[in-house]
């Protein structure tokens, strides 16, 4: 059974930068796709990006257009790490960010979905207000 930690949200001001960290324990993870979900008051949850290690040594990538370069995933030699930069954040990214894992295609449908991932964390709360 997977278990997902996240950490790292906190209260910040418009414009500033945060890194959450999700740790990954109690399954080899490696080759599964790791996302991060979001989720606003009284909103569903919500795509932000989602990364998986392919089999040429390279990270496949992927990202919510809300993101737009501001967000950069990215996870650890080991594998068992997956982070979140974001940068210039906005009060609109407030909510609660999710790490999920599971296996599945790059490029599908599926990995924006929530309902596909069967693993979650707990969640760590960001909010962006002045």
């Known amino acids: 059974q997977v278990q997902l930690v996240e950490t790292g949200g906190r209260l910040v001001q418009p414009g500033a930068s945060l890194k959450l960290s999700c740790e990954a324990s109690?399954?080899?993870?490696?080759?599964?796709?790791m996302a991060w979900f979001r989720q606003a008051p009284g909103k569903e949850r919500e795509f932000v990006s989602a990364?998986?290690?392919?089999?040429?040594?390279?990270?496949?990538?992927s990202y919510a257009e809300f993101t737009k370069a501001r967000f950069a995933i990215s996870r650890d030699n080991a594998k068992t790490s997956v982070f979140l930069q974001m940068n210039s954040l906005k009060p609109e990214d407030t909510g609660v960010y999710y790490c999920?894992?599971?296996?599945?295609?790059?490029?599908?449908?599926?990995?924006?979905?929530?309902?596909?991932?069967?693993?979650w964390g707990q969640g760590t709360q960001v909010t962006v207000s002045a």
């Open positions: 999920a894992a599971g296996m599945l295609t790059r490029g599908s449908d599926a990995v924006k979905k929530a309902a596909e991932y069967p693993y």
């Open positions: 109690g399954g080899t993870t490696s080759t599964y796709m």
């Open positions: 990364i998986q290690w392919n089999a040429d040594q390279t990270y496949w990538r």
